[in-house]
Structures are given as C-alpha cells and as structure tokens.
C-alpha cells in the first residue's frame, strides 16, 4: 500500500482526485489531504508519504513554495495543473510526474505505476532539489531586447513574435510595443525555440509564440493569424512541424 498526501487549494480539485484515486487506484491510501498549502508542509513533514499529489496554481503558497519549505523531501511527487506552463518542461526533465486537470483516471494509472516500478526497481526518490532548480530556471528567463539606446529584458510570454528585417530582428509585444533589435533572427529562435517555451519558426522571416494562434486557414500553403490580426505565411517546409507541435492534423484544422 502507497500512502499518499494531496494538497489542492480547491476543495472541489481534492474531492475529485481522492474519488478517481479510490476508484482506479486501490493501491494507494490517502493518509490526508488539505486545501491550505502552509497546512499541507506539515502534513508532509509529519505523514511522510510515499506520494504527494501537489497543486502548482495555489494563492497563499504556490506548490514549488511548498517544496521549497519541506523540511521531509524523500516521496514520490506528482504535480497537479490546470495550466500547461514553462515549469512543465523543467518537470519533464525530472524524475517526478505531472497531471493536466482535469485529470484523466488512465494518467493517473500511469504516473503511480511509473512510481510503483521506481518502487519495485529499488531506486532511489527523485530529487526535489533538482528539480526547484530546473523550475526556477525556466520561471526566471529573461530574454534580451538590445536596440541602439538600452537592453529591455523580458520574459518569452511576452513575445508574440519575432521578424526578421536588414539590421536584426523586430519583436512585437504583448504591451502593443514593437521593438527593433540588433540580434538576428537566428540568435532568438536558439533562446526561443526551445522544449516548454512554445516558440517555433514557421517562415524563414518568422518565430511565432504559438500561444497566440489564433487561427490558422488552409489557402495556398496556408497562413497563421496571430493576436492582433496579424498574418503570417508558413513556409511550406515548415508546415508539418508547425501542426505537429500543435498536436493537429491539417485535417484538423476548420
């Protein structure tokens, strides 16, 4: 038997998960569960579970806050969300385990018997440690807009594109700023295009934060319309990965 300690700052979020646990998962024994973060450290600490189901997305304390003041760190962890965030890569990286919510009883199956193979295996707990670091290095890029007069530094979701043009690049803004840049568009798809930042060149004039798609139309080769109305063209090399990393089909598309 697996014990286990959920933390979800939404009550209706922890009834639902100990529901499909005692449902799918008999294995494991929810020794306590709480909607208060600061309560859920001590529960940890003193339960010292074989697993921790933890909420990222809470107000008082958010999970990584949570980790972050456990003094016991030697469990399984499992990460709730709702969201598919930047810290989900650095997660991905580790040995712990994530759930989109609304979750899914056939994930839920497979993380625990990813951690009852560990069990099994005799290996040893994943490193909490390393994985803060992971997260906090994602949460913590900045990328750097140098023009002629200063260096803006901002964070990926901030950037809805990047252009290339004669003397560098052009970044257009959540804000509505555009800025021209002295870096190349080549330099921002090596920061930008990376696993968990959702950045992908689609034109050879073009890098796309595909969080603001918002729509995409089959004419010609086909064009994506961004946040703010913005058209630009997917080079025809370009298309298949571009619909791939959205996990669509072209026949998906309407």
Do not use: W
């Not at 909490?128 to 140098?146: A, D, M």
């Amino acid at each position: 038997m697996l014990h286990a300690v959920l933390i979800d700052d939404e009550y209706n979020g922890l009834r639902s998960l100990e529901l499909l646990i005692k449902k799918f998962v008999p294995e494991i024994k929810v020794v306590a569960q709480t909607t208060d973060p600061a309560e859920g450290v001590e529960l940890i600490n003193n339960y010292r579970p074989d697993i921790v189901f933890l909420d990222i997305n809470m107000p008082s304390l958010n999970g990584f806050e949570v980790l972050e003041k456990l003094e016991h760190k030697n469990f399984n962890l499992i990460f709730t969300t709702a969201h598919q965030e930047y810290a989900v890569a650095a997660i991905k990286k580790s040995a712990t385990d994530y759930l989109l919510k609304p979750i899914d009883s056939e994930e839920l199956l497979n993380a625990v018997q990813r951690i009852q193979k560990r069990k099994d295996e005799k290996l040893m707990y994943p490193d909490i440690q390393s994985t803060l670091k992971e997260i906090v290095g994602f949460n913590n890029l900045r990328v750097p807009l140098p023009s002629k007069d200063s260096i803006e530094y901002v964070t990926p979701s901030m950037i809805i594109y990047v252009e290339a043009n004669s003397n560098g690049a052009k970044i257009q803004l959540t804000n509505m700023m555009v800025l021209e840049v002295s870096k190349s568009l080549k330099e921002y798809e090596s920061i930008l295009c990376k696993e968990g930042l959702h950045f992908i060149r689609i034109h050879n004039s073009f890098v796309i934060n595909i969080n603001y798609v918002t729509r995409y139309v089959k004419e010609g080769v086909g064009y994506v319309v961004l946040q703010g109305n913005k058209r630009i063209p997917v080079s025809k090399n370009k298309k298949d990965e571009f619909l791939s990393h959205l996990k669509l089909s072209d026949d998906g598309f309407n």
